[in-house]
């Protein structure tokens, strides 16, 4: 099977599932020939060398074989996803809102297939009438692994936010309800006995300046840690 993959490839969400769909049909020994969105960065990757030497391959060959009667598989967003380079146009998406508008519902009606990360969008667009499937995202076992490691032994419940700090997240508002449940104030600390819960995050925006987020996480956790 031959087909015309486009992605972008970096350190953000979508470009991790990105670099493990690539991974994917690498595996399956499908002929992709690829088409980055945007500049491609696999730098904080450890991938295998064959894998990068077949990815450099099939970004080579793109312009040299692409085809309109290939599939043109994109992961991507429904905005920006009029255009296409092939007849055959198949769109992997991600969708947060209860409505669909009436640009995003025209682009679906001119692509073949539509599939969303989960079945709330595909419900969304059954409701008035659009024709979309759906498809469910996993843990890569590149990145997820048991490591059989006792971190701590003292019964704390550790709690993660990942989001980057951004409005359509709710990314501080989300923070900012952690600290005032499960915070404690400046000079606090947890009684014999008494449940202790911690908090992880990996919530930095690399689109805006580190310090405004600093003051921004500072100014809705207000003394809480």
């Not at 350190?11 to 990105?18: A, C, F, H, R, Y």
């Not at 450099?56 to 920006?80: I, K, Q, S």
């Not at 001119?110 to 499937?133: H, S």
């Amino acid at each position: 099977m031959k087909l015309i993959f486009e992605t972008p490839i970096n350190n953000l969400s979508m470009g991790n599932v990105g670099i493990n769909l690539l991974l994917a049909l690498w595996k399956k020994n499908v002929d992709v020939l690829f088409l980055p969105m945007g500049q491609p960065d696999i730098s904080n990757c450890d991938l295998p060398e064959e894998f990068k030497q077949w990815l450099n391959n099939a970004g080579n060959r793109f312009l040299t074989e692409f085809d309109r009667n290939l599939w043109h598989v994109r992961n991507w967003h429904l905005a920006g996803s009029h255009q296409w380079v092939s007849n055959k146009r198949m769109l992997l998406s991600y969708h947060e809102c209860d409505q669909i508008t009436p640009p995003e519902s025209n682009t679906i009606k001119n692509i073949d297939k539509v599939l969303f990360c989960g079945n709330y969008t595909q419900k969304v667009c059954e409701d008035i009438g659009l024709k979309v499937g759906s498809f469910n995202l996993g843990f890569d076992d590149r990145s997820f692994k048991k490591l059989n490691k006792t971190y701590f032994n003292d019964g704390r419940i550790n709690h993660l936010l990942a989001a980057k700090i951004e409005k359509r997240k709710k990314t501080l508002e989300i923070l900012s309800l952690w600290a005032q449940k499960f915070g404690k104030k400046s000079g606090e600390f947890y009684q014999p006995g008494e449940q202790q819960h911690y908090l992880n995050c990996q919530i930095v925006n690399p689109f805006y300046d580190i310090k405004i987020q600093e003051q921004q996480i500072a100014q809705v956790l207000n003394g809480i840690r």
